[in-house]
Antibody, heavy 120, light 107 residues
Framework: EVQLLESGGGLVQPGGSLRLSCAGS????????LNWVRQAPGKGLEWVSS????????YYADSVKGRFTISRDNSRNTVYLQMNTLRAEDTAVYYC?????????????WGQGTLVTVSS | DIQMTQSPSSLSASVGDRVTITCRAS??????FAWYQQKPDKAPKSLIY???NLESGVPSRFSGSGSGTDFTLTISSLQPEDFATYYC?????????FGGGTKVEIK
């Protein structure tokens, strides 16, 4: 059974940093792209970032480019999202999501989400 | 970026009704199109990929169709457990983009 377990969310002040982690199990982690998708309170889904399984290429939404960094440790079956210079508009539930393949933005499994609140 | 416009933004229907949700892309896209279901305070669940293919375990009352700029999710006979918000996504063009969602309420 595929499982994705996020951690690292919490309350942070504007301008602060936070690192999210997502541990995957039930699949060959290194073979798949991983995504972060967020959902602001009462709003829709927004793609944030992807890291491919084939070569580790990384991609970012314009809204987070230069502030967020996605990485993966295949030996630990874990993907990370380092979030710097956080803004109030980054407040959201962040979902870790497994892609269908190594080079894909289609999501077939979602984690339960972790809440990030940016507020003073 | 390709903008995805869903309609309606919400609807109310009775158990047994046929429900159709539409998603229009701002430019023509290929068949790399998906639908997701999200229940209140839960993570999204993947329903349909590549326009019309059901994920494993998804009931056959769900179906997807479309091409070019217009895509449709149909629930042939609405069930109480289908109360949820539905999102479309195009994933064939970078960056991947989601529609704004359609909230389905049961009458």
């Amino acid at each position: 059974e595929v499982q994705l377990l996020e951690s690292g969310g919490g309350l942070v002040q504007p301008g602060g940093s936070l690192r999210l982690s997502c541990a995957g199990s039930g699949f060959t982690f290194s073979n798949y792209a991983l995504n972060w998708v967020r959902q602001a309170p009462g709003k829709g889904l927004e793609w944030v970032s992807s890291i491919f399984g084939s070569d580790g290429s990384t991609y970012y939404a314009d809204s987070v480019k230069g502030r967020f960094t996605i990485s993966r440790d295949n030996s630990r079956n874990t993907v990370y999202l380092q979030m710097n210079t956080l803004r109030a508009e980054d407040t959201a539930v962040y979902y870790c999501a497994k892609a269908w393949g190594s080079v894909s933005y289609y999501i077939d499994y979602w984690g339960q989400g972790t809440l990030v609140t940016v507020s003073s | 970026d390709i903008q995805m416009t869903q309609s309606p933004s919400s609807l109310s229907a009775s158990v047994g009704d046929r429900v159709t949700i539409t998603c229009r892309a701002s430019q023509g896209i290929n068949a790399w199109f998906a639908w997701y279901q999200q229940k209140p305070d839960k993570a999204p669940k993947s329903l349909i990929y590549a326009t019309s293919n059901l994920e494993s375990g998804v009931p056959s009352r769900f179906s997807g169709s479309g091409s070019g700029t217009d895509f449709t999710l149909t629930i042939s006979s609405l069930q109480p457990e289908d109360f949820a918000t539905y999102y479309c996504q195009q994933y064939g063009s970078y960056p991947p983009t989601f529609g704004g969602g359609t909230k389905v309420e049961i009458k």
